[in-house]
């Protein structure tokens, strides 16, 4: 019914720089907050930067300065540009979104990405 479908990753040089994108399709009636989490080999999945309907954004310090996140509320699409890549980037990116969807009146639920990856060489 609701697929949240990420896209861009792939391998790149140190400095480097990559855009993200999370398309989110199906039944939906509203897209509330939309977020990037990411997850290195052997780590648990951490917070990267999320957006509000509004456009209000909040980052991890550890991207802060590196990377921006966007939204086109017309295509149910987050964004996540990406520059200054670092070695320590390298992880797998999850897209997650707040999704209210059709018939369900105002609950909103939290869907996942199947994440992309992204690989920082240095």
């Known amino acids: 019914q609701v697929q949240l479908v990420e896209s861009g990753g792939g391998l790149v040089q140190a400095g480097g720089s990559l855009r993200l994108s999370c398309a989110a399709s199906?039944?939906?009636?509203?897209?509330?907050?939309m977020a990037w989490y990411r997850q290195a080999p052997g780590k648990q999945r951490e917070f990267v930067a999320t957006?509000?309907?509004?456009?209000?954004?909040n980052y991890a310090d550890s991207v802060k300065g590196r990377f921006t996140i966007s939204r086109d509320n017309a295509v149910n699409t987050v964004y996540l540009q990406m520059n200054s890549l670092k070695p320590e980037d390298t992880a797998v990116y999850y897209c997650?979104?707040?999704?209210?969807?059709?018939?369900?009146?105002?609950?909103?639920?939290?869907?996942w990405g199947n994440g992309t990856l992204v690989t920082v060489s240095s």
């Open positions: 997650k979104a707040n999704l209210i969807l059709k018939g369900e009146g105002w609950i909103g639920r939290e869907y």
């Open positions: 199906g039944s939906i009636f509203r897209v509330n907050g």
């Open positions: 957006i509000s309907p509004s456009g209000s954004t």
